[in-house]
Every structure is written in structure tokens, then in C-alpha cells.
């Protein structure tokens, strides 16, 4: 009895080395057949698999004006399109947003602009916690969108002018700092003062 329970766990043993070679000799590829393939929804198909890892190419930019998809910047007039490069002729990396949608119509010169009693207001209002924002840059922009340049490298900055002559200017550094500043006509700097933080919570 005892032998013939050897025997048959040794043909057993032997079947199942024959049929792993077998496997090993047809290739990992002609495993499954190709109705088998078909029929496995969880094996996307070849245009699937090639796509998986694509990244989906964005509007081209406009070379002209950064700022614009080139097809926003070709549907614009001639007049438009040469103010909009004129605006940063220097390729200084500022944008100058509200001349820029004054540009293309969608503000005019009578758009309100920012004033250093408001914008204290605003701050003390963010301090008490009655905006959900959770920087004082991002209240800033909600409630005045239309800023007069951002940029910069390395630490950004977003400054609205009290007026078209710049001679006071509110900038908002990395959206967590807010300072004043106050220029002569010789464009010195007569007042600089830190809005926020307030000297409260320093």
C-alpha cells in the first residue's frame, strides 16, 4: 500500500514538472489565448495601455505674450496684440494684469482701485478670522482682482498702485506678507511700513 501511494505522488511530482516546462518552453505571452484576452475586462486593450502614461498637451502658448494660449492671442486685433507685448517689452517677467485686461475690454480705467484704509481693513478683517481663506494674499485677490503687476524669482510679489503715477504702492509678498510704501517725484522711497503681519503678533 505504502508503495503505491510513492508510486502515485511520483507520477504526480513528474506531471506537474512536465507541464511547467511546457509552459516555460511556449512563453509567458501564449499563456492566455486571445478569447481569454477578450474576455478579462481587467486587461486594457493595446490603445489603452500605450495611453496610460500620456500626458495630455495643454493649449499652445503664445510666444508673443506668455500670458495667452496662442489661439486667445491671434484672435485679438493687431492693436490689441501689439499694447499686450508692449506692456513688457524687457521680457522682465512682471505681468502687468490690470492694463493688460483694460486691454482687452474686460475692466476700463474706472475700475476701483485699492486704498491703503481699505486694505488695512481687510487685514484686521482676516485676523479675526471672518474670511475662510487661509492666506491674506488669497482675500486680497478675491476681493480686488484686478492687481497692477505680479512676478518675480524666487520670492513673488503682487503689488496694486494706489494710482496711475505709482506714488504709493500696497505689495503682497508670497501672499503672506503686506507692506505700504510711499514715493517723492524722484521715485525715493519716503514711507515703508509692514501691514502684515501687524506688530501685535510679532
Request: one cysteine or more; charged letters at 30%; aromatic letters at 10%.
Amino acid at each position: 500500500m505504502k508503495k503505491r501511494i510513492a508510486l502515485l505522488l511520483t507520477l504526480t511530482v513528474w506531471l506537474t514538472v512536465g507541464v511547467l516546462v511546457v509552459l516555460s518552453l511556449q512563453g509567458c505571452d501564449n499563456i492566455f489565448s486571445e478569447e481569454d484576452v477578450k474576455a478579462d475586462d481587467s486587461l486594457p486593450p493595446e490603445e489603452e495601455k500605450k495611453g496610460m502614461h500620456k500626458e495630455e498637451e495643454g493649449p499652445k502658448i503664445s510666444e508673443d505674450y506668455p500670458y495667452l494660449n496662442e489661439d486667445e492671442f491671434v484672435a485679438l486685433t493687431e492693436d490689441q496684440q501689439e499694447a499686450l507685448v508692449q506692456l513688457d517689452p524687457n521680457n522682465s517677467a512682471f505681468r502687468y494684469y490690470r492694463k493688460e485686461q483694460m486691454i482687452l475690454g474686460n475692466i476700463t480705467e474706472e475700475e476701483p482701485r485699492l486704498d491703503l484704509e481699505t486694505a488695512k481693513q481687510i487685514i484686521a478683517d482676516f485676523e479675526s478670522g471672518k474670511y475662510s481663506e487661509k492666506r491674506v494674499g488669497d482675500v486680497f485677490y478675491k476681493l480686488f482682482p484686478y492687481y497692477d503687476i505680479a512676478g518675480g524669482s524666487g520670492i513673488s510679489c503682487m503689488q496694486y498702485w494706489l494710482d496711475d503715477a505709482r506714488s504709493a504702492i500696497i505689495t503682497i509678498w508670497d501672499s503672506e506678507a503686506v507692506t505700504y510704501a510711499e514715493f517723492d517725484e524722484e521715485r525715493n522711497r519716503v514711507i515703508d511700513e509692514e501691514l502684515y503681519p501687524t506688530q501685535k503678533n510679532n
